[in-house]
């Protein structure tokens, strides 16, 4: 038997045993889904709890349903930040997408020296990666949604404190000799993993330098140059494999 659509709501959504779904999860519910009182829907409050809910009334503007059940998810470490340089085009729209796939945390978009797009209107920009990782984790199953932080520059990320117990730094360059695998496996009661992506054309030396002298491992990922899009979901692809 499939299991019921999912969809995210924020606690003050949740009054006792009762929860209202509100804007456009309404309309999907409803006119494209088709569903009435009675069926069945799974709820997650974006912080792991996922609330096996029936719907118990259903109108254009709310969806009110009634808790059958529900079951909370243990945090999966290490976590992963990924900062990723940004690209041109849409690119970010599907690394966003495919890094929430693959479990990632937070995802920071850093202008490098490197960067050649310009982003107008950042808000609106990160608002949109916003809805995309809300998309992703639903589709997905997730419980929890990735958040995605205000641009900022490499510099100033680089001068974020990181530098709680089981922080891992990792920095993805062409000129890393050191396998990723070996950092990965050589590190104990990881929690948290700090990934550095650059855009097209990489990191310069300077950058380079200066997330070394952070503490960030110049790893590498093999032979070949991959494109920033194929970089990001492969590094998150081998930690998951490692970790996960």
């Not at 999966?76 to 990924?82: D, S």
Request: charged residues 25%; aromatic residues 6%.
């Amino acid at each position: 038997m499939p299991r019921p659509p999912r969809f995210f709501i924020s606690s003050e959504q949740i009054a006792g045993q009762l929860i209202t779904v509100a804007g456009e999860d309404v309309r999907h519910i409803g006119a494209v889904l088709r569903m009435k009182a009675g069926d069945e829907l799974l709820l997650c409050d974006g912080k792991r709890t996922e609330y096996s809910v029936k719907i118990v009334h259903i109108d254009r503007t709310e969806v009110k349903t009634e808790i059958v059940s529900k079951t909370r998810r243990e945090i999966a470490y290490p976590r992963v930040t990924l900062g990723q340089g940004l690209p041109k085009s849409d690119k970010m729209d599907w690394i966003a997408q495919k890094a929430t796939e693959l479990g990632v945390a937070n995802i920071v978009p850093l202008v490098t020296e490197r960067t050649i797009v310009k982003v107008k209107n950042e808000e609106k920009r990160v608002s949109r990666w916003q809805k995309i990782c809300r998309e992703a984790a639903m589709q997905s199953s997730r419980t929890d949604i990735p958040n995605v932080e205000a641009i900022c520059t490499f510099s100033d990320f680089l001068r974020t404190p990181n530098s709680e117990p089981g922080t891992l730094l990792l920095f993805p360059w062409e000129e890393g000799t050191k396998p990723i695998k070996d950092v990965l496996r050589g590190g104990e009661g990881i929690k948290h993993i700090i990934v550095l992506i650059g855009p097209e054309g990489g990191f310069s030396p300077t950058e380079a330098e200066s997330a070394t002298s952070r503490g960030f491992h110049p790893v590498s990922l093999g032979p070949n140059i991959l494109r920033t899009e194929t970089a990001a979901i492969a590094v998150l692809s081998i930690i998951g494999y490692e970790y996960l």
